[in-house]
């Protein structure tokens, strides 16, 4: 009988017959799943276990049927099974609802958004040496400009802001500014880059860097540098050291900084140098999806949103409309973010299986059309079919 995974003393006690509830997205999202579902389901089963996939409602789908894109009952049941997976959920651009995965992220307190970034060989990337890319993105999931707190121009709201800032502060704005608000905690920041510096002392990384803007934004961006380094030296003293007291040889953790612009022109001339990174939310969707260019495109990126006890996986590219029914979409991110759920359950010896499967299928010349119509000569592969040769290979 399946069974739902706990959580004790903020430590996860999994089964080995989990129930994990899946949410398979709009767009694009149920094909990929179909193609995902099955190789998941054999790594777990080769290695001795047994996961039992629950589908709940979000999205397009769900609006249609219930009028709600987000059930409450679907975000209980994410928090009750404390692991899921899910595909790519719309957003309107401009109005309309605001993200669902944003929202998913915030209700769950899913604080931190990470992204494993490495180059599969034989898949296609417009830098020289992509081999050299090999770093985990940590970005900060509830606060910066994702807390969405902002008002239109000339509303209500936004002048009354202006009118307090101009009274109270001294901040004179331009008439008719629309307005909103960047808040960075020490508590949101602090726990961000522990579960950095817990992750790069796990998996033996060599550096962990973090990335702001903090010469201009000093009290936000500048302070989530500083809290990181506090982390650090409180912390995890005897694990890191800070890059300006490094020598040759320590085997501590290095602990970086850098500002933002100058990081995107690191990671393209010196990738080697970085391996985990640390960031304030929009920092981080920037970059994340840079390095993840580097390396073939986000239809090969894998993600998670991990909160304490509860972990939402997810592919990391949009929705794709017009591409839905067509058989053409890459379902590799949402297979290599399965392989980082079975890593969460404890199972690497299971998420290896699908990572290795899936590089042996590139390197036998199955891609589909995003990666093979930059290869002269190349056949795409269909959906279905990709995946399908992935589960061939576990």
């Known amino acids: 009988m399946p069974r739902k995974i706990t959580c004790e003393e903020g430590r996860l006690v999994v089964p080995p017959d989990p129930i994990i509830p899946v949410i398979e997205g709009d767009g694009v999202g149920p094909e990929l799943w179909r193609a995902a579902a099955p190789a998941l389901s054999a790594a777990s089963a080769k290695t001795g276990r047994a996961i039992s996939f629950l589908p709940v409602p979000a999205g397009s789908a769900a609006a249609e049927k219930n009028g709600e894109h987000l059930p409450a009952a679907t975000l209980e049941a994410l928090r009750s099974h404390r692991v899921s997976i899910k595909g790519p959920l719309a957003t309107p651009v401009g109005g309309g609802i605001r993200s669902l995965n944003v929202a998913i992220r915030q209700a769950l307190d899913l604080y931190a958004c990470v992204r494993p970034v490495s180059h599969v060989p034989g898949v296609p990337s417009p830098v020289k040496e992509p081999g050299k890319v090999d770093m985990t993105v940590f970005r900060e999931n509830t606060e910066d400009v994702y807390a969405g707190i902002e008002w239109p121009a000339s509303s209500p709201e936004a002048d009354a802001l202006a009118g307090f800032l101009a009274s109270e502060l001294g901040v004179k704005l331009k008439p008719g500014a ?36 903090g010469n201009i934004m000093k009290y936000t961006e500048g302070a989530f540098r500083s809290w990181g380094y506090e982390v650090a030296s ?8 800070p890059e300006s007291s490094a ?47 580097q390396t073939g495109g ?38 290599l973010s399965g392989a980082l759920m079975l890593d969460h359950l404890g199972w690497r010896d299971a998420g290896d299986l699908v990572r290795a499967a899936l590089k042996q299928t590139v390197a036998d010349g199955f891609m589909t059309n995003d990666l093979a119509r930059q290869i002269p000569g190349a056949e795409p592969c269909g959906t279905q079919a990709f995946g399908a040769e992935v589960l061939k290979r576990i």
């Open 234 to 241: 409180e912390e995890f003293a005897a694990e890191t050291v």
């Open 247 to 293: 020598l040759p040889g320590d085997g501590r953790i290095i602990v970086k900084d850098r500002i933002a612009d100058n990081m995107f022109m690191q990671t393209l001339l010196r990738p080697a140098e970085y391996s985990v990174l640390a960031m304030p939310n929009l920092n981080g969707d920037y970059l994340s999806d840079a390095l993840a260019a």
């Open 178 to 213: 629309a307005l909103g608000i960047k808040p960075m905690t020490e508590a949101a920041s602090k726990r961000l880059v522990r579960m950095a510096l817990r992750f790069a002392v796990a998996e033996r990384k060599p550096s962990v860097t973090l990335v702001h803007k």
């Open 298 to 335: 986000l239809g090969m990126a894998p993600g998670a949103n991990l909160g304490d006890g509860v972990a939402v996986f997810e592919a990391t590219h949009g929705t794709a409309p017009k591409y839905a029914g067509k058989d053409v979409a890459n379902p590799s991110s949402l297979i």
